[in-house]
């Protein structure tokens, strides 16, 4: 298991050498601190500045694959040339172009409906449940709710998504109190896979900063690609990472850093030059 200073000095290492880079950067628990609500999960000018800084790099592609739906990236993340990958990477905003990969809405949305109205009834007058319609996807979050009761509910309301959707074109996810149904195309390694393909990034250098379960599917496929799989906190075990970071205060130092030396390679290698 290496640390946060071996990754950087690995990867300004292959960066030298004249590889590109992909970085992967989940945005909840790893960028900023887990909130009360999504809504609360803002960022503050410091990661805007940093993100706005490594988009201007010509050598790198920055990729922000989030669980959050592609609406609230793009008005947390407001960074023109940052790419923002919602919903797990079913909504994707790329330069100008806006894709929806592996779903049909009209066909989706229906289903998710359903559950939604299921779980609304659930959680009805109980307190600290927030169900977050996503639109392609319905969550449930229980992190505020009374530890045996959430239980009970995550249960239950497991039992009725699995009882509505079918398994062949849905996928029910589960997490630190935490359910939600979505795609069966709602998969950061297939995200992963596929951003991949479309960047034609044969060669490149793959490092992925995450902090959960779902993060860990794209570990794999990380991993597989000779690439770096980062783990941020505690709340997971994250047995697939290459490397612990303890906080997404640390990661953003790492990334300062790492464009900090980007920028000094810069000075060498025409490549990484900053386009402003
Ligand atoms: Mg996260």
């Not at 592609?61 to 959050?68: A, D, M, P, Q, V």
């Amino acid at each position: 298991m290496m640390i946060g200073s071996e990754v950087l000095a690995n990867t300004r290492r292959q960066l030298r050498a004249g590889r590109h880079l992909v970085l992967f950067l989940d945005y909840d628990g790893t960028l900023v601190p887990i909130a009360r609500t999504p809504d609360e999960a803002r960022p503050d000018g410091t990661l805007l500045t940093l993100l706005n800084d490594l988009t201007h790099v010509s050598a790198i592609h920055t990729i922000i694959l989030s669980g959050r739906p592609l609406s609230s990236l793009q008005a947390m993340l407001p960074i023109p040339g940052l790419i923002l990958a919602g919903t797990y990477g079913m909504e994707v905003q790329w330069g100008g172009k806006l894709m929806t990969r592996g779903v049909t809405p009209a066909q989706i949305r229906p289903v998710i409906a359903q559950v939604k109205a299921e779980w609304e009834r659930l959680t009805d007058k109980r307190n600290g449940f927030l169900l977050e319609d996503k639109g392609l996807a319905v969550a449930l979050h229980a992190r505020w709710a009374d530890p045996a009761e959430a239980d009970v509910v995550l249960n239950t309301a497991r039992v009725a998504a699995t009882q509505t959707v079918s398994a062949d074109n849905f996928r029910i996810l589960g997490g630190d109190r935490f359910l939600e149904v979505a795609p069966a195309a709602a998969h950061k390694g297939h995200t992963v896979e596929w951003l991949l393909d479309q960047i034609h990034a044969a060669g490149a250098l793959l490092v992925y900063f995450g902090d959960d379960d779902k993060d860990e599917e794209a570990f794999a496929v990380i991993r597989q690609g000779g690439g770096i799989a980062v783990g941020v906190g505690q709340r997971y075990e994250l047995a697939q990472a290459d490397a612990r970071i303890a906080s997404p205060e640390i990661v953003r130092d790492w990334l300062r850093r790492f464009y900090d030396d980007v920028c000094q390679i810069n000075s060498n290698v025409e490549r990484f030059r900053i386009v402003r």
